[in-house]
């Protein structure tokens, strides 16, 4: 089975887990698992629309599960019950759970609690908090870290992301950026996702 698989099953589940995950390891038999799962008609290949109808329903399955246990939480962090979190209020949850800071460092939790306040008060309220719990199943926050990730692979600050940027973005390199392997795989991420017309969009500001 390839790497360029088995990186996308673990970038899917990941990202659509709980937020608090860190690492995700699976063996052969439960890569298998998943692939025979996101196989729909059975024939030995994944295609292009097997793949989207797989990872909507992991981001279905879970919001189902993840959703009503923020929400819940929502209402233990919000401890003066005026409807809004503060960072200063989260900030101590975050401590009593993560005192070491093994999942996040306080600068990303701090970074994700403003990238989910929509209106900018400063505050969550309950669907935004739903969303910093949720990031990547929430549009509007999706939307501002592609931004943030346009502008951090845009090196020349031209507005758009060219081959040479995306392959070689140091910040995501460190560890590989002598790797050749790693160069063909984004090489071919980019050309299989980045097509004219998308980056076309990108520069006009288009979604």
């Known amino acids: 089975m390839s790497n360029l698989f088995i990186c996308f099953?673990?970038?899917?589940?990941?990202e659509v887990s709980s937020n608090e995950v860190t690492d995700v390891e699976l063996n052969e038999e439960q890569i298998e698992s998943y692939f025979k799962q996101i196989d729909g008609d059975g024939n030995g290949k994944l295609d292009k629309t097997e793949l989207p109808i797989w990872v909507r329903k992991m981001v279905d399955a879970h919001m189902k599960n993840n959703?009503?246990?923020?929400?819940?939480?929502?209402k233990s962090v919000d401890t003066n019950r005026d409807t809004i979190v503060t960072w200063d209020e989260y900030r101590l949850k975050m401590v009593k759970d993560d005192p070491q800071h093994v999942?996040?460092?306080?600068?990303e939790q701090k970074h994700k609690f403003r990238t989910a306040d929509e209106n900018g008060d400063g505050v969550l309220n309950q669907i935004e908090y739903v969303a910093f719990k949720n990031p990547m199943t929430t549009d509007y926050v999706l939307k501002r870290i592609a931004q943030e990730l346009l502008e951090d692979?845009?090196?020349?600050k031209d507005g758009s992301v060219d081959l040479a940027e995306f392959v070689h973005h140091e910040a995501s390199r460190v560890d590989d950026k002598d790797n050749t392997e790693i160069d063909k795989l984004r090489r071919m991420e980019f050309r299989g996702s980045m097509d004219t017309k998308q980056r076309q969009d990108i520069r006009s500001g288009r979604n």
């Open 9 to 14: 099953l673990l970038i899917t589940i990941h």
């Open 67 to 74: 959703v009503p246990a923020a929400k819940k939480e929502f």
């Open 103 to 107: 999942a996040y460092t306080e600068k």
């Open 153 to 156: 692979f845009d090196t020349n």
